[in-house]
């Protein structure tokens, strides 16, 4: 799930608050290219008595139309190195967000930096840009905006300055967190390529794959867990919940098609606890 930290709407303590009252038996908090919320929803997780893993989700080079992105998964929020390189990318994104402005502008819509600021309360990413679409009645629908502005290829569409995935799975590695290939549907890849390509970041140190995801059917699930189980991997899920900015995700349902096995957190979390460099 993700907090205002990065394109959330709740902050980390109100995650906390609102999975234990959805009855949630463990949570994660996987930021955009930041773990500044990990703190505050540990410490509330410890307070509340709620399991709670600390996570990040990177964006990640590839080629072609899709996307990749890697989840690292730790302990602890004290990640020291981990920090000062995505520092590094938390300045590239708001370079970015600041074109994306430019980019709307010339297509002869109004946005501001200033308005996005109000309408996040936090990090601002390419949802607060589309829901402040939707209020200003550029487009009617959060997907539209999307399609039209602000997707792969659409003309306010700013590709965001990424690592590599060996660089992505080093860098967790380094931090003694656990990388794990995010909503693996994104990359478009066929059945046969997809392996392929796991076979290979399990090479470059992959340790796990999401496998549990709203977007992926019923025999895609069981694709990825057979990979998982083929190739020694973690088999993990996530409702991917944004709160208010993606109101269709619902937190730890996704569209209300999604269950998480509790062995998805109690295997993770035994992983982290064996971790060796």
């Known amino acids: 799930m993700h907090s205002n930290a990065s394109d959330g709407s709740f902050s ?9 009252k959805e009855g949630l038996l463990a949570l994660a908090i996987t930021d955009h290219d930041t773990v500044s919320g990990l703190k505050e929803g540990y410490d509330t997780a410890l307070e509340e ?45 708001k370079e970015r967000n ?12 109004d946005i501001t930096l200033e308005e996005l600021l109000q309408t996040a309360k936090g990090e601002i990413g390419r949802p607060h840009i589309a829901n402040l679409l939707v209020k200003k009645g ?17 003309p306010a569409y700013v590709p965001k300055a990424l690592l590599s995935p ?19 549907f994104t990359l478009n890849l066929n059945p046969l390529a997809l392996k392929k390509y796991l076979k290979e970041l399990k090479e470059a140190g992959l ?4 496998a549990y995801y709203t977007e992926h059917t019923r025999e895609y699930t069981k694709f990825l867990i057979e990979c998982a189980k083929e190739l020694g991997l973690l088999i993990t899920g996530g409702s ?6 993606k109101p269709h995700i619902l937190l730890g349902k996704g569209k209300g098609n999604l269950q998480i096995p509790l062995e998805c957190y109690t295997k993770i979390f035994k992983a982290l606890e064996n971790f060796k460099l």
């Open 49 to 93: 008595k709620l399991p709670f893993l600390c996570g990040v989700e990177i964006s990640v080079k590839v080629e072609g139309p899709g996307h990749f992105h890697l989840l690292g998964y730790f302990l602890t929020p004290e990640l020291t190195e981990l920090e000062e390189v995505l520092e590094k990318l938390k300045k590239a994104r």
């Open 98 to 109: 600041l074109k994306m402005i430019e980019k709307l502008k010339n297509l002869k819509i």
């Open 240 to 245: 991917d919940f944004h709160g208010e900015n």
């Open 12 to 20: 980390p303590s109100e995650l906390v608050y609102l999975a234990k």
């Open 166 to 184: 060996k660089e992505a799975i080093e860098i967790i590695l380094k931090a003694r967190g656990i990388p794990v290939i995010a909503h693996p």
């Open 138 to 154: 550029v487009v009617k629908t959060f997907e539209e905006a999307f399609e039209r502005y602000l997707k792969k290829g659409a």
């Open 207 to 210: 340790k796990g794959i999401e």
